[in-house]
């Protein structure tokens, strides 16, 4: 039984993925104020880390071609345990939506309109976002191209805007954190933007050509990004200096203080700009994964009729989630993380495991029984 | 007949969208008053502080001659005491009918008094607040910061605007130069922990107040500890190596000369004896064009030059030592060297961090100049020189 039958090119799975971790950007300030200067490096540890995880995800989505993440479990553990294991994925996914959508409501309230309420700023937003997702996967993921073009056009036109205020000697000292805030931040990276990629699994099934070249447009889709995330860090270390520990959007000010001429500064706003655009797709694509998931999970044949009350139930669980910023700080800096680790890195691993160790069985039942019937 | 119902009703909800979303927090011109500066000095009560605010008035500002009354101030002053800069906000905020709007903020000049006395704890509200920017300039006045907003300029009815575009003058000139509060606040939260901010003073002439730039002002941990003249900050700008324009004297015994400043760098390098810092040293290069040449009777312009060159490098040097014994003097680490020293030898800095103060007060200087003559202007002679009778 199959919920979603759209199907998305391949091409377009990788800009996806470009655009769901670049989308993290805002985040920076998670770990710039634990790893400082060395901000970037963090980027290429994170980046290595995540290697051998993508190679989980990719090998999970060659084993199961035709099944998305909760259809795996279901496959994997049983019907009881897979329905066990599904549930941490769908209290995941819909953390992961509302977390953004928290995100971008803090984002306006904070920098463009300031007295707009947040509820109204979240309830606009997500019936935007649930009317792309009625449209389906196509539709979501078909601007991937044109928002990774339009977003690495206006990265480029920000580093040279910028390019007059950089002082490469902010870089420096290099390697002079203590070792834990290193694990730290690699930590941290690896597991907010980087490893949310498991949200992919349960659009994997739905891409063409995948028997070919999904490894290679996953790899390819999370290098492009770690590279763009590096060059954003990069920029705002150098223009900021050390500064940045003190930000809450280092990027946001890191623009503001671009000036080419005196008439073209302070093109801040193009950073607001980017970054509705990339939490529209990013929303888009996870609120899509909950309800898809939760279909899924209840074998239900369309996942329409929970668009409605996804959506109420997302704003609300975004309303109350926190109780403020520092609330919402503190817990990505230390708690999520692990949590997160734990879905994203550890439960894939085990059910890759346990399905290699089934697979392994069924072929020693297979062949003894073959040598018996001989 | 139902779809076009439908249809009405899509189209009239579409429109309410447009047309009356977007005004939820709307502010009329009439409705703030846009802030251009703002002053913060000491109260006569201890531990508070006054702060000024300077509002430029719309209707009196440009508008041609009828607009607004003709003897109307096109600036409003309202000022208040209070513990802190929020609580001084907020009883201003009670006696004013607008909004205060701080997006437009030009400049916070801080009185001398209270930069004596700590300026740290009334940043962070400009650091913390939504609307405010941090491109703000920083300025230290000489005597009271309120006197400065009222001083009016002559061609800027606006003083705060006018006090911008000085700063922006006077930096390409290197009489002064411009410190945004970015910079500031980096500067006092580096390893160094000294900041520079340019001093504005009134000068009363008659009966005509005029501002002027002169100097800077020297924080450490946010707190004023002393001033540099005029020629002092030349020197601290030829060691940063930002000197962008601007003139220098030479004085030879054969004539004198003014050179009009091209360009200049600076490279610093502290010299270690085995772990032990030994001297600080800083290669500067500038580069000049001659701008006007008296005396030099019966000389060629080859031997000109060479004479000139090393003036040059003389009258640097002396601006620089003068700056560098001053800033020893007040031990404030103005140059950033502490900052230079953790960046490129991070190991070594936290054996001399903890008596970072004792160190530089003690460290010597070592400057080695290097001029470089490109031009001397439309003509290679001058009326005195041979050649000419």
Partial sequence: MKVENAKISATQFMFSIVIFIRSSSLLSAFFFSITKQDSWLIVLFGTVVCIPLLWVYVALAKQYPDKSLIQINDEVFGRIGGKIVSVFYIWFFFTLTTLNLRDLGGFVNKSIMILTPNTVIISIFIILCAW???????????????????????????????????????????????????????????????????????????????????????????????LLILLVILRDTAVLGNMLEFLSLPSFEALRLATLFETISHIEILFAVLLILFLFFKISILFYTSILAVSHFFK?????????????????????IFEN???????????????????????????????????????????????SAA | MKQISRLFILASVIAAILFSSGCYDIRELDRVSIVTGLAVDK????????????????????????????????????????????????????????ILFFQHNQVLIIGEDQARTGIIPYLDTFMRNKESRFEVWVLVSEGNAKDVLETEMELDEVSAVGIAKMIKNHTETSKSLGVRLLDFLSKIT????????????????????????????????????????????????????????????????????????????????????????????????????????????????????????????????????????????LKSDIYGFGSYIYKYHAGRWKTIEKDWDAVFSNLALEVDIKVDIQDTGKTGKSPEMEGIR
Wanted: positive net charge; aromatic residues 8%; charged residues 20%.
């Fill in chain 1, 132 to 226: 792309s997702v009625y449209y389906g996967l196509e539709v979501v993921t078909r601007y991937s191209i044109v928002f990774t073009i339009i977003s690495t056009a206006i990265l480029i036109v920000s580093i040279l805007a910028t390019f007059n205020i950089m002082n490469f000697e902010n870089f420096l000292p290099i390697f002079h954190q203590p070792v834990n805030s290193y694990i730290h931040g690699t930590h941290i990276i690896s597991t907010i933007p980087f490893g949310e990629l498991v949200v992919f699994l349960m659009i994997a099934p739905n891409v063409e050509g995948k028997e070919k070249g999904l490894a290679k447009y996953f790899y390819g889709g999370f290098f492009i990004a770690a």
């Fill in chain 1, 300 to 320: 239900i044949k369309s996942y329409r009729p929970l668009i409605l009350p996804a959506s109420a139930l997302i704003v609300v669980y975004s309303i109350t």
């Fill in chain 2, 190 to 329: 580096e390893r160094s922990a000294s900041a520079v901010a340019p001093i504005i003073k009134i000068i009363k002439e008659e009966d005509i107040h005029r501002l002027s730039l002169s100097g800077l002002a020297v924080f450490k941990k946010g707190q004023m500890t002393g001033k540099l003249t005029e020629d002092q900050s030349i020197g601290f700008s030829w060691v940063m190596g930002d000197l962008k324009g601007g003139n220098l004297s030479v004085e030879t015994e054969k004539g004198s000369a003014q050179l009009a400043v091209m360009s200049s760098s600076s490279k610093l390098k502290p010299v270690f004896n085995k772990d032990r810092l030994q001297k600080m040293k800083a290669d500067i290069t500038g580069k000049f064009i001659i701008a006007e040449l008296t005396g030099f009777k019966n000389m060629k312009i080859e031997q000109v030059i060479d004479l000139l060159k090393k003036g040059a490098a003389d009258s640097i040097k002396k601006l620089v030592m003068d700056c560098y014994k001053k800033s020893q003097q």
């Fill in chain 1, 325 to 371: 910023v520092i609330m919402h700080t503190t817990i990505s800096r230390g708690t999520a993380p692990f949590f997160w680790a734990f879905i994203e890195m550890i439960l894939p691993f085990i059910t890759l495991m346990v399905s290699y160790i089934k697979k392994a069985i069924k072929k020693a039942a297979g062949s003894s029984k073959e040598a």
């Fill in chain 2, 43 to 98: 109260a006569e009560q201890p531990g508070n502080i006054e702060l000024t605010i300077q509002i430029g008035k719309a209707g009196a500002l440009g508008g041609g001659e009828n607009v607004g009354a003709p003897d109307e101030k096109p600036v409003q002053l309202i000022d208040a005491v209070g513990e802190s800069v929020m609580v001084a906000l907020e009883s201003l905020r009670n006696d004013n009918s607008r």
